[in-house]
Every structure is written in structure tokens, then in C-alpha cells.
């Protein structure tokens, strides 16, 4: 049987994105369902460490239940072993990807072992990526008035479709969908278009979350090292770019209005001009630093097992909090600068209503996506009657963390001297390589990126090479092929094209389209009049959401 082969220990992901968590995923539920499977002594771990081992009987009774399946298709249950000669719970393991067998106890207290709050924590976590980055940008292209609600709309728009995928399982008759992903679903009801399709969506949000991660890691490294060089020769270093005086810097780096030749900088105090030179031809942020990361990335990328990184998905969490602590400081710092103006354009201030709100819309698709993997992470949700409230409380949050870094951004921005318009895709650029609160912040991010990196290309990876070659990691000449592609569009973009907002947003609307808006309505849709209870209203809502999604890929071209 398909299920019985499938590991347990699956990953799931959100935003540039994040995605990278892994999580055990087990109830009573699955003895039912989940037929045991043996293993050599040596890959088994447990808690304790202690040398673990699988009975004769059971690993016997394994290989029985496996050539049984396999007299019949995956769908006929007839020769499915009964409960009764499945080893007991002592004698089951949860396999990984990483090639070793985890111990599993019995959960006799709830379907699952997660309360509410780490539920809710959990999802907000995965949700929260590098779109974070972008959204200041998103509402000075939208207006700031406008932003706002967009951000509010958007949030409730993708809740509802994400709970539509989260209730798609329960439309399926006769069948058991326990141990089932929403792209299963979307096999049910669309045969293989469904599944490739389903594959082909969630690698273009995988890879676009790998070259959003390359552009911003280039960023992070080459700010990082020249806050360094600086540092260790002593150089003052004044930005040729608009900025503001004082401690509390503000630059303006891509200000039309200004001759800005690449990273040329003024100089003062001590340091030899040839060596200052040298270092700014061989430290590029486009032509040189996004080439080193090669050195570092690829070798990480062709790791079997992504066990490793996953033990840094904390660092994620950490980069948020002082995201949000580094906002609120340069806010108050700052103050407040804001003018409201609904339609006039004017020198420093922007109108409330702009007619490039699409470009938030196709950042905030990417930013509360979550859709393809929130039926694995309310799997193991205690008290599963609760999942819709702990899912609406984790989007209100993530909603609230937005609103509230973007607000004090676009708020605080030093306007005048310098015009909203300043404010970059990345606003971490706003201020100038030898801030050290930014310096911080970047050594942060950039440390976090290049530990879900990996685990991003392992995804890729088992998605394309698992359904092309039934194995995720087929040869090295295969996997090898596949992370310097990987790379490769990484490199070309940081070089060619470093917009971050606009890879988030092409990536979010043309993934959002499929997992947000046109699967799950459809699905509800063509479920219900299978059941005879289609209604107009439902129909006619649930073609306006699929319009909505196209309309918002397609502004994403034109604008």
C-alpha cells in the first residue's frame, strides 16, 4: 500500500519562503492505518538513547504485510492486515528521511499531543517568512490607508481558503483520508493533473523561496562584511546616497533622482585608497558575494538528511522578535511622519490609494501562505474541535505582526528629507552597513537563511526527484544536477535581477493561484454538487475567489 511506505516524519512549510519545519505527526489513530516496518538495529534512536531493537515476530509480520499489499491496487482494503496482528505500540516506529527509525509513545490523552498554544505558535512561526521584509515596500505601493486594509482583507480571503483545505479531506466518501495531504486530495478529484500540478505549484513557491533567499543572504553577507572591513581599519565610511544626519541614520538607496555609481562610497580617516578600492572590486553585492556563497551553499545542499539544519528552526523565531524589537526602536527613535492625501501626489508623501495595490496583494499571497501544509500541522493539534479557532487566532497574529512592522515603518520613515518613495523592498537597506542594530539584525537573518536553505533545496528535492525517480536521492550525479540549477537561478537573479519584492510577489500569485484560490474552491464546489447542495450564492462566491486569483497573478505582469 502507498500509505505504508510513506514516512511519517514529514516536512512542512510556509513563506520563503519559511518552510522547513519537521514535525512527527502520530495518533492511536494511525496502529490502525500505519503498519509497522523493519529496521536495522543500528538506525534506531530513542530518547534515552538506549539501544533499541524490533522483535523477530514483529519484523516477520512486517514482511507478510508487505507482500500481501502488493497482490492488490492501493485502493482495495481486502487484504489489508486486521488491528489484531499489528505489533503493539512498543514495537512501532516512525521512520525519516534521514535513514534512522524514532521511537513513538502511545498518546492516550488526545488525538494529538500539541495544546492550543503550541499549536497557534506553531503556525504562526512557519507563516512568518522573509516576505516580512517586504512589506513596508507593499504599503507605500498600495498608500498607506489602503495598505492597511488590504492586509486585513487578504488575511480573511486566504483564512477562508485555507479553511476550505482544511475541511477538503471530510468531502471525500467512503475512503479513508486520515493519513492524507491536501495534494492527495487534489489527485481524488483531478486525477494527475492534479498531482503534477499540485507538484509543479509547490516547486515554483520552493524555488522562488530559494532565490528570494539568495538575493537577501547576498544582501545580508556583503553589508555584514563591509560593516567588518570598516570596522577593522578604522574607516568612516558617508554613503553616497540621500540620508539623514545624526545617530539615527535613514538612507535612500535607490533614489531615482541621483546619480548612485554602484557601491562607490566616500572615504575618510585612515586607510590606503588602493586597498579600499581592491576591497569594493572583489566585495560586490551583484558581481562578486553572490558568487561566494556558492563555496558555502552547494556542498550544504547535497546533504542526504536535512536533520541537522532543522535544529536551528529556532533561529526563525528569534530573527522575527528582533525584526519587531528593531522596528519599535527606530520608531521611537524617529517619530512619526505622515501626511494624508487621498488622490495628490506630493514631494514627500504618497497618496492613500495608489493604483499599484496589486504588488502588495502578490506579497501578501505568499506571506499568509500556509495552504499547502496546515493539514499537517493541525494533525497533531490535542483537541482537533479547535482547529478553525487556533487557525483564525494564528492568522489574526501573523496579521497583527505585519500590520505592525509595516505601519511603524512606512510611518517613521524620516519624511522630509527624504520622500516615502525611498522606502526599499528589503527595508533593512534603509539603513546605512555600519548601523549596528541593522548589523545585528542581518547577522541574524543571514545566519537562519543559510540553515533552512538546505532544507528548502531537501524539499525541492524530494518532491521532483521522489516523483520522477520514486527515490529522493536517486544518485549524486542526479542531486548534483539538480542544487546547481538551484543555485544557479539563484546566482543569475542576485546578479541580474535583486528585486526581492517582485520575485515574492511572482512566486506568492502564480503558487497562491493553485493552493489558495482555484483548488480548494473548486474542490468545495464540485463536492457539494456531487451532494446535490450547490447553491448560487456558493458558486458564484467561489468563482469570484478563482477570479480574484488569476486577476491578482495577472497584475502582477502589468505593473
Not at 492586509?151 to 492524507?180: E, F
Not at 527606530?330 to 501626511?339: E, I, S, W
Not at 546605512?432 to 542581518?442: E, N, V
Not at 493561484?513 to 474552491?521: H, I, N, T
Amino acid at each position: 500500500m502507498e500509505e505504508d511506505i510513506k514516512p511519517l516524519l514529514v516536512p512542512v512549510g510556509g513563506d520563503e519562503d519559511d518552510a522547513g519545519v519537521l514535525n512527527i505527526q502520530f495518533s492511536p489513530e494511525d496502529f490502525k492505518y500505519k503498519r509497522p516496518f523493519h529496521v536495522e538495529p543500528t538506525n534506531i534512536v530513542s530518547m534515552n538513547d538506549d539501544m533499541q531493537r524490533v522483535s523477530d515476530g514483529a519484523s516477520a509480520m512486517n514482511k507478510r504485510i508487505h507482500y500481501y499489499s502488493r497482490l492488490s491496487s492501493p485502493s482495495d482494503r481486502a487484504l489489508v492486515a486486521p488491528d489484531h496482528v499489528v505489533p503493539g505500540p512498543e514495537e512501532i516506529y516512525v521512520y525519516s528521511p534521514s535513514g534512522t527509525a524514532f521511537k513513538i509513545d502511545s498518546c492516550t490523552d488526545g488525538y494529538g499531543k500539541n495544546s492550543s498554544m503550541v499549536t497557534i505558535f506553531m503556525i504562526w512561526n512557519t507563516m512568518m517568512g522573509t516576505s516580512i521584509l517586504s512589506i513596508p515596500w507593499g504599503i507605500k505601493q498600495a498608500g498607506f490607508t489602503t495598505g492597511i486594509v488590504i492586509i486585513l482583507l487578504m488575511g480573511l480571503l486566504t483564512l477562508y481558503c485555507c479553511y476550505r483545505v482544511l475541511k477538503s479531506r471530510t468531502t471525500i466518501p467512503s475512503t479513508d483520508t486520515s493519513a492524507w495531504e491536501f495534494p492527495d486530495v487534489c489527485q481524488y478529484y483531478f486525477g494527475s493533473f492534479g498531482q503534477w500540478s499540485s507538484l509543479l505549484f509547490s516547486l515554483v513557491s520552493l524555488i522562488g523561496a530559494m532565490v528570494v533567499y539568495w538575493v537577501l543572504m547576498s544582501n545580508f553577507l556583503f553589508n555584514t562584511g563591509q560593516f567588518i572591513y570598516n570596522y577593522v581599519h578604522h574607516i568612516n565610511v558617508t554613503d553616497i546616497v540621500p540620508g539623514t544626519n545624526g545617530t539615527n541614520k535613514v538612507i535612500c538607496p535607490g533614489d531615482p533622482g541621483h546619480d548612485v555609481p554602484g557601491n562607490k562610497t566616500l572615504m575618510f580617516l585612515s586607510a590606503s585608497e588602493s586597498g579600499f578600492e581592491a576591497f569594493e572590486t572583489w566585495w560586490s553585492k551583484s558581481r562578486t558575494v553572490p558568487l561566494y556563497l556558492i563555496a558555502v551553499l552547494l556542498p550544504l545542499l547535497n546533504f542526504k538528511s536535512p536533520s541537522f539544519f532543522a535544529k536551528f528552526n529556532i533561529l526563525g523565531t528569534i530573527s522575527v522578535v528582533y525584526l519587531v524589537f528593531l522596528v519599535t526602536l527606530k520608531a521611537a527613535r524617529l517619530g512619526f511622519h505622515l501626511q494624508f492625501h487621498w488622490i495628490e501626489e506630493s514631494t514627500y508623501f504618497v497618496p492613500e490609494f495608489r493604483i499599484l495595490f496589486p504588488q502588495l496583494t502578490g506579497v501578501l499571497t505568499l506571506a499568509f501562505f500556509i495552504h499547502n501544509c496546515v493539514i499537517t500541522l493541525l494533525k497533531n493539534n490535542k483537541n482537533q474541535e479547535n482547529n478553525m479557532r487556533d487557525l483564525s487566532i494564528a492568522y489574526f497574529l501573523v496579521g497583527l505582526t505585519y500590520i505592525y512592522v509595516g505601519v511603524l515603518i512606512f510611518a517613521a520613515f524620516p519624511s522630509p528629507p527624504l520622500a516615502k518613495e525611498c522606502i526599499e523592498q528589503n527595508f533593512l537597506d534603509n539603513f546605512p552597513s555600519d548601523d549596528i542594530f541593522s548589523f545585528f539584525g542581518r547577522i541574524f537573518l543571514l545566519f537562519q537563511m543559510m540553515t533552512v536553505y538546505p532544507l528548502l533545496g531537501y524539499l525541492a528535492r524530494v518532491q521532483l526527484l521522489g516523483h520522477v525517480f520514486g527515490n529522493v536521492y536517486p544518485s549524486i550525479f542526479h542531486v548534483l544536477v539538480l542544487n546547481m540549477a538551484i543555485v544557479g537561478v539563484g546566482v543569475a537573479m542576485a546578479v541580474f535581477f535583486p528585486n526581492i519584492g517582485g520575485i515574492i510577489r511572482y512566486s506568492g500569485a502564480t503558487c497562491g493561484l493553485a493552493f489558495v484560490f482555484v483548488y480548494p474552491s473548486l474542490i468545495y464546489v464540485i463536492s457539494l454538487h456531487r451532494e446535490g447542495k450547490l447553491t448560487w450564492l456558493t458558486l458564484v462566491v467561489h468563482v469570484l475567489i478563482i477570479l480574484l486569483g488569476v486577476a491578482n497573478l495577472i497584475a502582477q505582469f502589468l505593473m
